[in-house]
């Protein structure tokens, strides 16, 4: 039961992780309808540039820690979003016209480019970074197994789950996320309402950055270690997640998120870790035989 | 009724359109187009299916973009401008097919037509279409794609209505409704440009209604303006008899 209570913790950490990059694959999907396979890379690049901003500040004597922390994830949130605008303006835009797999190599190119740069500009070797949130509380404790959630994992879930509250509402509340969900079901209505497509779907890729950046960050904070592929697994993971919970659906995204960091956790502690992967996807083919749209995706049917 | 108040006539039309081409890849939609539109006037476009109606109403939105001549709008040469911005013009829209959010909510389609718009005006705009179309008040939570082919076609006008509109454009209201229904939106848009001084263009299969409603009308047949004149000549005319009332009304 302890040991269950604990992996239940480590696991949804790990899912919140997911979900965070998951809602950024989910969106972009929702409004282009094509998967962003940049948006992996965008989380890597984002921890490097977490590590990176976090050292700068330290070295510019910026000591005290919470504060410090606060700079790097507004910092590196701002630039990981020039990031995902860039791979809009670079990899989408120019083919939004063109055919639908045009896109597609394009994205895969980005996330080449990203990689290679990361690769070239910080080295192949994986950076390290000391613990910096340490503690923990002890839930309880029984025939000696300690069942406990650090600081970090507190931290994680929290700023995930405010995250996600914050941002379900902007979506369902505000106008800005009716204009993106207008040019989700049809632009070209959107565009007659007045809405400015290109940069709704600009502010899209934005947004997804931003919260793959945060994902990025709590990361590096709770690894210590990253390097130049950990967009690439992560990535496949979150958009297995995204794929899980329905694609293009939000709720879908943060559900699928939890589904697939519990899966992993708990099919490492039970069975064997080598095969965490394989428990993760087997899921998401097992979900989708029987329901092709994912759990919470929505099959369309529509009066025209 | 069918002259427009001569005190807010200005020299220059609200919509003038003057020689515009439209083509979609190689197919020529519209040739050489001379329309316009007055303040404070109901305008009505007639033609046979697949004439270029709709493509002149989008044409005018700037999609597609009309490769040749002019579109001036409330003093402003709009032909090049992209459609979010023609929108903001003052332009609103009801498009061919309704194209009603049908994953929103009927509220948050009207929200939606009031994008442009100050939000303080909303709970007034809101108000004032909800008493033009009461249905759409009970069914405000429901979403769009659930509606009644004639509920979806009012939510298409109330929205655009929300939009506070110098020019509303209407790509043919009445197709799905009954004679009723019908009758109802055009007294509604009647009395809104009677009182509101609301300019309208509308395209019509429904000619019979369409000419007794507008000030003038044009008629359009592969592409081209054939005819124009005062809604009530037109009635009278032989061809416009033969080729669009007869057999309808
Ligand atoms: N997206 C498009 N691509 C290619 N051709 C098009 C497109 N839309 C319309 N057309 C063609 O342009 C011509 C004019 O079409 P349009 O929709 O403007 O006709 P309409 O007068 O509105 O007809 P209806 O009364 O049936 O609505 C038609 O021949 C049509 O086939
Ligand atoms: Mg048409």
Known sequence: MEYFLQQLINGVTLGSIYGLIAIGYTMVYGIIGMINFAHGDIFMVSSFISLIVFLALLSLGLTFIPLALFLVLVISMVITAAYGWTVERLAYRPLRDSFRLAPLITAIGMSIVLQNYVQIAQGARVKPLPPIIKGSYTLMEHDGFIVQISNMQIIIILTTLILMLGFSWLISRTSLGRSQRACEQDRTMAALLGVNVDRTISLTFVIGAALASVAGFMYLLYYGVIDFYIGFVAGIKAFTAAVLGGIGSLPGAMLGGLIIGLIETFWSAYFSIEYKDVAAFATLAIVLIFMPSGLLGKPEVEKV | ?249
Not at chain 2, 66 to 80: E, L, N, V
Not at chain 2, 124 to 145: A, I, N, T, W
Request: aromatic letters at 4%.
């Open chain 2, 1 to 249: 009724m069918s002259q427009p108040n001569p005190l807010l006539e200005t020299p220059e039309p609200l919509l003038e359109i003057k020689g515009v081409n439209s083509f979609y890849g190689k197919i020529q939609a519209l040739r050489t187009v001379d329309l316009s539109v007055h303040r404070g006037e109901i305008v009505t476009l007639i033609g046979a299916n697949g004439a270029g109606k709709s493509t002149l109403m989008m044409t005018i939105c700037g999609k597609p973009p009309c490769r040749d001549g002019t579109i001036r709008f409330d003093g402003r040469d709009i032909h090049a401008l992209p459609m979010h911005e023609i929108m903001r013009l003052g332009i609103a829209q009801s498009p061919e097919g309704r194209r009603i959010f049908g994953r929103m909510s009927v509220l948050e389609n009207l929200q939606l037509g009031a994008f442009l718009t100050d939000p303080h005006h909303f709970e007034e705009d809101l108000e004032r279409v909800l008493q033009l179309f009461p249905v759409l008040k009970e069914r405000s939570g429901q979403r769009g794609g659930t509606l009644s082919g004639g509920e979806q076609q009012m939510l298409a006008i109330a929205r655009a209505l929300m939009g506070r509109p110098k020019l509303l454009l209407l790509d043919e209201p009445s197709l799905g409704l009954a004679p009723l229904i019908v009758k109802q939106i055009f007294s509604i848009l009647k009395e809104l440009n009677r009182t509101q001084n609301l300019t309208v263009f509308l395209v019509e299969q429904n000619a019979w209604h369409a000419l007794h409603l507008a000030h003038r009308a044009y008629v359009m047949v592969n592409g081209r303006i054939t005819l124009s004149g005062k809604g009530s000549e037109l009635l009278e005319k032989e061809e416009v008899r033969a080729a669009y009332l007869e057999g309808g009304q």
